[in-house]
């Protein structure tokens, strides 16, 4: 599924830094900000609770990095242990630069 930034109109929910200023109610847009935000997840790489919420927080500015998490793992943006040990940027055929074309 092929989005374009510039139809979404994204700049809306992002601040002059590029963080998350709210998620939009509106699906696709909501998809597309979070493809955004594991964006800056490396792939091939695991990470602990503790570094998928500083990454939450360092790219969002409405204090909820909780329900960031929770919808990177629920879009299937990132995939968790059922314990929560281990988090990993999953590959998914929807990327950012494809929104972009």
Do not use: P
Request: a negative charge; charged letters at 35%.
């Amino acid at each position: 599924m092929e989005i374009k930034m510039e139809k979404l109109n994204m700049n809306q929910f992002l601040d002059e830094s590029g963080r998350i200023t709210q998620l939009s109610e509106n699906s696709q847009k909501r998809h597309a900000l979070l493809v955004y935000l594991a964006e800056k997840f490396e792939s091939d790489r695991n990470y602990s609770e503790r570094e998928v919420n500083e990454i939450c927080s360092q790219w969002h500015t409405f204090g909820d990095y909780f329900l960031l998490r929770r919808e990177l793992i629920d879009d299937g943006l990132l995939s968790r242990e059922q314990d929560g040990s281990r988090y990993w940027k999953t590959k998914t055929e929807f990327s950012l630069a494809e929104t972009r074309s």
